[in-house]
């Protein structure tokens, strides 16, 4: 099966220029009121915007990343992006491609408003599993639950490791 969120994660650079917007029009405000004649005193109050607005443009930065997934074939495709700067260059790119009998085990977790996919991978030369954490926040919740079953079924049909 395969999965992507491209269509989902078109909002992302609308979102930012937004909240570029806002901040520059919050500090030009607050540059105004300190330029004013009269006697008010420019306070915290008058930069709780601008801390919303950034707080709220590290967490769109850190969730708006594109994701695909490849169950086809012999092996398992991963990957995230990033988005803004996705059409002229790669970044902020996570990719993991191995066969599908080297699946150890996965987890997903679901808050809401941020989900992961946390996969183990069998290594030969490492004991133990190799983790891999991909962002799959802006996938839909049917692809969610499709890919959570593609990927239980790979669990299911390869042969446990005994040792």
Known sequence: MRFTNKNEVKIIPSIYIVLVAVFVTNIFVNIEIMASDTEQEISFSHFIPNIVTLLLGLYVHRIGQAFDFDSDGETLNFKNNGVFLSKFMEYRVKKAEFPKRKLGKFKFVDFGIYSALTIYIRSRR????????????????????????????????????TA
């Open 126 to 161: 490492k004991k133990g599993y190799r983790k891999y954490t991909f962002n799959t926040t802006f996938l839909t919740r049917k692809k969610k639950r499709g890919m959570v079953d593609s990927l239980n079924k790979v669990l299911e049909t390869t042969p446990k490791v």
